[in-house]
C-alpha cells in the first residue's frame, strides 16, 4: 500500500469559467490558470502521482508548454490514471477537500465523483468530494482563490 498526498491552490479571476472536478460551475469568476485550472482534479492528480513516486503535475504537464494551454484537467487525469496502470498500481480511494466561500458545490459533489472515476476508470464509490468555506479568513474567505487537498492510496 502507498498513501499520496495533493495541495493545489488557484486564484478567482473575471471572464472564465468555473470548472471543479471537471463540472462546470455558474459563478462570476472562475480559476486562474494555465491549463483550465481545476483545483480539485489538480490536486487528485499530485496526490496520485506522489503515491506512485512519479513526481507531480509540474513535471508531466508544464504550464510553460503551450500543448497544455486551456487543457480540460480530465485530460489529465486520464493520463495519470495510465501512468500508474502503465506502472501496476492500483487506486484503492481517493478522499479529497475543496475549500471555497462560494459558490457551494453540493448540488455537483455526486458528478464530480463520477468524474474523477471515469478519468481513473475507477468506481465511483472508491471516490469521496467534500466541501468547506474558510469562515470568510483569508483569501479563501475573501474570495480570491480556492484550494483543494486530496490523499490517495494505492497497491501494486
Not at 493545489?8 to 460551475?25: A, M, S, W, Y
Not at 483550465?36 to 510553460?64: E, M, N, Q, Y
Not at 459558490?103 to 472515476?117: F, L
Amino acid at each position: 500500500m502507498r498513501v499520496g498526498i495533493g495541495i493545489d491552490v488557484h486564484q478567482f479571476t473575471e471572464n472564465r469559467k468555473l470548472v471543479v472536478g471537471g463540472v462546470e460551475i455558474p459563478h462570476t469568476m472562475g480559476l486562474k490558470g494555465h491549463s483550465d485550472a481545476d483545483v480539485l482534479l489538480h490536486a487528485i492528480s499530485d496526490a496520485l502521482l506522489g503515491a506512485a513516486a512519479l513526481g507531480d503535475i509540474g513535471k508531466h504537464f508544464p504550464d510553460t508548454s503551450p500543448d497544455f494551454k486551456d487543457i480540460d484537467s480530465q485530460i489529465l487525469l486520464r493520463h495519470v490514471g495510465k501512468l500508474l496502470r502503465d506502472e501496476g498500481y492500483t487506486i484503492n480511494n481517493i478522499d479529497s477537500m475543496l475549500l471555497m466561500e462560494r459558490p457551494k458545490i453540493a448540488p455537483y459533489i455526486t458528478q464530480m465523483c463520477k468524474n474523477i472515476a471515469s478519468c481513473l476508470d475507477i468506481d465511483a464509490g472508491l471516490v469521496s468530494v467534500k466541501a468547506t468555506t474558510n469562515e470568510q479568513l483569508g483569501y479563501i474567505g475573501r474570495e480570491e482563490g480556492a484550494a483543494a487537498h486530496a490523499v490517495c492510496m494505492i497497491s501494486s
